[in-house]
């Protein structure tokens, strides 16, 4: 549920339609839960890599780094 939220935030905020013709293929959403885990992942990244592919295509939205955040530490999963 959490790409479909993603992608049309991504959709809301710029305007443009992230074209998913692989996950709309795969006829899955959040809410079948009688589709086995196999499926769900399959459908997570053919979205995940449509919306990357899309964003990507778009012209690169320039982020400013400063030195300020450098300092900040970072936490870490062991």
Do not use: F, W
């Not at 839960?33 to 459908?43: E, V, Y």
Request: aromatic fraction near 6%; charged fraction near 30%.
């Amino acid at each position: 549920m959490l790409m479909i939220h993603v992608k049309k935030y991504y959709e809301g905020i710029t305007g443009d339609e992230i074209p998913a013709k692989r996950y709309n293929s795969l006829k899955i959403s959040p809410v079948h839960i009688h589709k086995n885990k196999k499926c769900h992942k399959d459908a997570i990244l053919a979205l995940g890599d449509e919306i990357v592919t899309s964003i990507r295509s778009q012209s690169p939205i320039p982020v400013k780094y400063t030195n300020e955040r450098a300092s900040e530490k970072v936490a870490a999963e062991h």
